[in-house]
């Protein structure tokens, strides 16, 4: 039976619904038509070139991506502007662009803050920052580890649990440290260290920490700091969403997850010096 792009959509949406976003954020279908045919859809953190050229080879009729293509107000897509070259080769293609960015992040068992948190073999996890309205949705999450150990192994269980980068995994705090209780945000979870120190975190793990605050934070009793890549942060999300999606409309469509690394940074040098 054929399924058409809005059926995806509506069945994206009822697992990420838009209403969950922040007021500033951009979710949604950026491109398509809905009653067109649907037979397969990629996954990918970023609406970037690689990852169009990945869908044009594979012939995906529809890309979801994690981050927004257009985040600030437009007023056209020519196609001599890097984005609106990315919309019109979509077109082109006969594939569509939905977004599912902090209404993924936010929504409960399949969102970003979940896969993250299994990726990490956490348990007994719940929203770090819950929603006033309903304490299963919210901002990041706080679990357990199966068993305790110390802030380094519990770094390398990071390396080994997400995509390689440049970056690597950075960490503040004392290697020896006594890690059991993990806070983790996707992406730029910075401000929400408060709330794992209220959560008893031992250490938030999270993206694009800054200087200063990390630096303020370990002079002060509270959770060590782990740092890694925005884009392996939000990985975890991918095979998650695309399985529940091909659960979700009984196995009609077929899913694949970008083969593309698109953390920006390529190469890393002097570590340690």
């Known amino acids: 039976m054929t399924v058409t792009l809005g059926q995806v959509v509506a069945a994206l949406e009822a697992r990420y619904d838009p209403a969950l976003a922040e ?15 649907v037979e397969r859809v990629l996954f990918a953190v970023d609406p970037v070139a690689a990852v169009v050229d990945e869908v044009v080879g594979t012939g995906a009729q529809l890309l979801v991506t994690h981050h927004p293509l257009f985040l600030t107000p437009v007023h056209g897509v020519p196609a001599d502007d890097p984005k609106g070259r ?32 299994a990726a990490l073999g956490l348990t007994g996890t719940g929203p770090l920052l819950p929603d006033a309205g309903d304490p299963r949705v919210g901002l990041g999450r706080v679990g357990r580890l199966p068993g305790p150990g110390t802030l380094a192994e519990f770094a390398d269980r990071v390396a080994d649990a997400l995509p390689g980068t440049v970056g690597g995994v950075r960490v503040a705090g ?14 730029s979870g910075g401000s929400l260290l408060p709330a794992a120190a209220a959560a008893g975190a ?13 630096s ?23 095979p998650i969403a695309a399985d529940v999606l091909a659960r979700d409309l009984s196995g009609r469509v077929e899913v694949a997850v970008s083969t593309r690394r698109t953390d920006p940074w390529t190469a890393h040098a002097g570590a340690g010096r």
């Open 23 to 37: 007021d500033w954020d951009a979710v949604g279908l950026v491109c398509g038509d809905p009653d067109e045919p």
């Open 86 to 117: 990315l919309v019109h080769r979509l077109v082109r293609s006969g594939a569509g662009l939905f977004v599912a960015h902090t209404n993924a992040d936010r929504a409960p068992g399949s969102g970003v803050n979940d896969a993250l948190a």
């Open 174 to 187: 004392d290697p020896g440290r006594r890690v059991e209780t993990v806070a983790v945000c996707g992406g």
């Open 202 to 214: 031992d250490v938030l793990l999270t993206s694009d920490l800054r200087h200063h605050p990390v």
């Open 216 to 238: 303020e934070s370990q002079e002060v009793p509270g959770p060590a700091l782990c740092d890694v890549a925005h884009f392996a942060s939000e990985w975890p999300w991918l």
